[in-house]
Structures are given as C-alpha cells and as structure tokens.
C-alpha cells in the first residue's frame, strides 16, 4: 500500500519528488513510521492590524497563529493512525514558542478519492480539499481549495470571504541538508492574513499509533 500523498500524486508526480520529500511525505500505515521535525522560522507574519480578531479566534481551536516572530522554534509531528471511522489519517501538527508563549497548529489529513481533505483545528471543524503540485525542484505545492464547516448537526461550505487561502510550498535542499518550508495565507478580498518560512530536519521512527496528545478531541466523519 502506497501514502496517501502517493495516491494523491500519481506514482509518476510522486517519483518527482525529491528522494528525502518522498520519504518525509511517504509517512504513512503501510511504513509504520512517524516523522518529527524540529527546525527554526525564520520570520512569522501577519497582515494589517485588522487581521488579530481573526487570527485570535482561530488560535482558541488550534488553526491560526496570531503571534509574529523571527528565528522562531518550532516542531512538525507527522504520525499516522486509524481514526474512529476507520480511515488512515496523518497528523500534521505544529507548535511554535513565540516570547515564551506555546502556539499550536493542528491538522489532520484524510485521503478522500484521489484528493486529500485536511482537517484543522482541535475538533475538525474545517475540512479543507487541498490540490498537490510537484514543482521543478522536487518540492511539494500545496495550495487550499474549497472549505466546509462541520460543527454537531450543522454542515456548510465556509464563504472564502471569511477565511484565507493557503499555499504551502516544502522542499528539501541540498546544500544545507535541512527541509525548506514557506506558507502565505491570502482573502481574496482583503489580502495577506499570515505566513511563515523556515527551515528544519528531521528524524523518522516506528510507530503503530499517534500518541493521544496528536489526535484532535473530535473526529468529524463528514468530508
């Protein structure tokens, strides 16, 4: 059984990746393997003053950082495990120390067809389809497309007027050995919200579950 990401890709567009970026997003059940990374942003942004009440009501669910910073630690936690649903499911989840202060971005990834829905926050509140793109260096492109909101009965595609669009571009360089990360979260309207970029290394291992700390407090079954 091939990652999810593989299945996204296609095995030719997922060859075109570089070897470590196949192994990084190869994390999977089949492997049995998590990746932990641990590396430093170089600068967190956000846009206009405006842009805190947004971003501090996503941090109260884990999906928005309203923190801005420069030569930032961070990690990224990839584990895969079977979620209530019986779907594989891969975490994605980030956490920053900004002036002492633990910020977190939680995330979990599905594979839906042949397109990856991923899931943000703490109770899985946003689904979001993400479209992949290997670009010429092997990277990986990650850009968000349509969203819905699911919260007890209540099910709705989210206005975009109201949210951002994220586009992920993660490659890994030669020269210095490390993963190179970048995020930009845009309105169609009203422009940038946040971003990041940085860089960091990682370390694979054997893994048969994701710890409880990883998993959100709420599965959402609906995509």
């Known amino acids: 059984m091939t990652s999810m990401f593989e299945q996204a890709l296609g095995a030719q567009q997922f060859a075109r990746l ?15 393997e998590a990746c932990f990374g641990r590396g430093i942003m170089t600068e967190i942004r956000r846009g206009p003053w405006w842009t805190v009440p947004f971003l501090q009501v996503g941090r109260l669910r884990n999906i928005l950082v309203p923190d801005v910073g420069t030569d930032v630690p961070f990690t990224i936690e990839n584990c895969p495990y079977v979620d209530p ?12 120390v900004v002036s002492g202060r633990r910020r977190r971005f939680d995330a979990t990834m599905i594979l839906v067809g042949d397109r990856i829905v991923d899931y943000l926050g703490t109770h899985q509140h946003l689904a979001v389809d993400l479209d992949l ?3 010429p260096e092997g990277g990986l ?22 949210s951002g669009r994220a586009t992920l571009r993660e490659r890994y ?5 490390r993963f190179q990360v970048a ?5 169609d309207r009203f ?3 946040f971003g990041y970029h940085g860089s960091f290394t990682c370390e694979w291992m054997p893994v048969a579950d994701a710890p409880a700390r990883l998993k959100p407090v709420r599965h959402e079954l609906r995509t």
Do not use: C
């Open 18 to 32: 570089h070897p470590m970026m196949q192994r990084r997003f190869g994390v999977g059940l089949a492997r049995g």
């Open 85 to 96: 649903f019986g779907r594989e499911t891969v975490t994605f989840v980030r956490e920053y």
């Open 133 to 135: 793109e290997v670009d």
């Open 141 to 162: 492109l990650l850009t968000s497309g349509a969203q819905r909101f699911y919260e007890g009965v209540v099910g709705f595609r989210f206005p975009m007027l109201l």
């Open 173 to 177: 360089d030669d020269t210095d050995e």
């Open 183 to 187: 995020l930009e979260v845009r309105n």
């Open 191 to 193: 422009g940038f919200l």
